[in-house]
């Protein structure tokens, strides 16, 4: 299995990261606002696990949101 990996950036609001993780991830409104939070202050944060082909269109679509995630 891989990791979908989220990466902090001076960019993006909280708000636009939790809500994107909602959409994006199918997260619960306080998983969507932890995750943000670790990415806040660690760097990054796994926000999802899956196969390759699961995670590719979530991570497409985190990126055209403007967030930077990768699949590791």
């Known amino acids: 299995l891989k990791d979908l990996v989220v990466f902090n950036d001076d960019v993006n ?7 994107t993780l909602i959409r994006v991830c ?8 932890q995750c943000t ?24 679509a985190i990126c055209e949101a403007g967030i930077d995630a990768k699949i590791v």
Do not use: S
């Open 13 to 19: 609001t909280f708000e636009h990261v939790i809500n």
């Open 26 to 33: 199918k997260h619960t409104p306080e998983q969507a606002e």
């Open 37 to 60: 939070w670790i990415i806040h202050y660690k760097g990054k944060c796994k926000v999802k696990t899956g196969t390759y082909e699961e995670l590719r269109p979530m991570k497409d």
